[in-house]
Structures are given as structure tokens and as C-alpha cells.
T-cell receptor
Framework: NAGVTQTPKFRVLKTGQSMTLLCAQDMNHEYMYWYRQDPGMGLRLIHYSVGEGTTAKGEVPDGYNVSRLKKQNFLLGLESAAPSQTSVYFC????????????FGEGSWLTVV | ELKVEQNPLFLSMQEGKNYTIYCNYSTTSDRLYWYRQDPGKSLESLFVLLSNGAVKQEGRLMASLDTKARLSTLHITAAVHDLSATYFCAVDLESSGDKLTFGTGTRLAVRP
């Protein structure tokens, strides 16, 4: 009963380092998303994908890249981490379309020092 | 640009009391979602409202949607401590793609 799984759950990076967050879903969902959550704010969409091989920018895409090479995986990359990217990152997935529930992963806590 | 506003941002209520959380949004949409988040945890889907006048209830929580007023409410009946959490509403930005724009959340604390 895995659902949406994110790795790693916690990470500390130095400014300028790169890393990749991995999201995997086992529900055969077409749509996948990466959000970030900052204190006192709702979630903001970074990038999303409506199917294998597709990606699109969300509300706050700068400093991030994504790839969806396989339907079940959605990767979020930080090429050169900055302290402003300290946040909690949530991956989500859905079948897409009206009324479909969007399922969220457990979150990845990233600190950039 | 779609803006989603919730109020209040923080709500401290006594067990057994009733209260309502409001969610206003700025652009026409007929898809409204409510989520619950416990501290340090992920988001749990509570309700999906898809049309004007939609009402859904689960336990002590009831959500409604008025698309003409661009307003959704989450009503809490006879609050219990287990309902303490942060509640988010989210609105779909487009007719497809499920790109949600979230409100800032309402932190609910239910005290004895």
C-alpha cells in the first residue's frame, strides 16, 4: 500500500551543491506534481507532468528542473542549491480530470546552509 | 492570477463548539478541495467539491461550495481534540491538469 513515496525524507545541503529528489507512485497515475511548502504558507506548485515524457512549469519553477522518464517516477533536481530553497517538498499524483483525488507523499525536508 | 484566501488563519476553539472556516478565491472555478495536515505530516484529502451548491459531510466536518460567490466553507460541528490540525483549501487553476492553488491554511487547535 505504498501510494506516493519520496526519497530522501531529510537532507542538508551546502549552498551550491546539487541534488535530486525522487518521487515514485504505484497507482498508475498520469499526473504528477512537485510542490514546496514554506512556514505559514500553503503549498506552491513548482513543476508538474501530465504524462510520461512531459513536464511543465508551475508557479515557482526557478532553480529547479524535473524529469519524467518513466510514468511512475517524477524527479526534482536542484542544480545549485540556495538557502531560499530550504523548504519541505511534497510530491503528488492523480489520474487527472475533474473530481480525481490528488494524493500526496510524506514530504522531503531540505535545508540549504 | 488566482488567489485563494482562508480565514481565520488560526482558530482556537473549545471542545463541543461549532465553527466555520472560510475559503475565498478570486477566479471562476468549480473545483474546490479541502485537505487536512497534521504537524510534520503529509496532506490528507477531505473533500472534493465539483459544482455550485455541492455539500459533502464526513463525521463532524461539512464542506460546501458557492461558485457564484467564489466561496467555500468548512463547518466543524461539536469539535473534538482529534480535529486539531491545519486545514487547507485549494482551487483548480484550469479545467484540466488538477493544478491546485492553495490557501495559506487555517491552524485549528481544539482545547478541552
Amino acid at each position: 500500500n505504498a501510494g506516493v513515496t519520496q526519497t530522501p525524507k531529510f537532507r542538508v545541503l551546502k549552498t551550491g551543491q546539487s541534488m535530486t529528489l525522487l518521487c515514485a507512485q504505484d497507482m498508475n497515475h498520469e499526473y504528477m506534481y512537485w510542490y514546496r511548502q514554506d512556514p505559514g504558507m500553503g503549498l506552491r506548485l513548482i513543476h508538474y507532468s501530465v504524462g510520461e515524457g512531459t513536464t511543465a512549469k508551475g508557479e515557482v519553477p526557478d532553480g529547479y528542473n524535473v524529469s519524467r522518464l518513466k510514468k511512475q517516477n517524477f524527479l526534482l533536481g536542484l542544480e545549485s542549491a540556495a538557502p531560499s530553497q530550504t523548504s519541505v517538498y511534497f510530491c503528488a499524483s492523480s489520474y487527472g480530470g475533474p473530481g480525481n483525488t490528488i494524493y500526496f507523499g510524506e514530504g522531503s525536508w531540505l535545508t540549504v546552509v | 492570477e488566482l488567489k485563494v484566501e482562508q480565514n481565520p488563519l488560526f482558530l482556537s476553539m473549545q471542545e463541543g463548539k461549532n465553527y466555520t472556516i472560510y475559503c475565498n478565491y478570486s477566479t471562476t472555478s468549480d473545483r474546490l478541495y479541502w485537505y487536512r495536515q497534521d504537524p510534520g505530516k503529509s496532506l490528507e484529502s477531505l473533500f472534493v467539491l465539483l459544482s455550485n451548491g455541492a455539500v459533502k459531510q464526513e463525521g463532524r466536518l461539512m464542506a460546501s461550495l458557492d461558485t457564484k460567490a467564489r466561496l467555500s466553507t468548512l463547518h466543524i460541528t461539536a469539535a473534538v481534540h482529534d480535529l486539531s490540525a491545519t486545514y487547507f483549501c485549494a482551487v483548480d487553476l484550469e479545467s484540466s491538469g488538477d493544478k491546485l492553488t492553495f490557501g495559506t491554511g487555517t491552524r485549528l487547535a481544539v482545547r478541552p
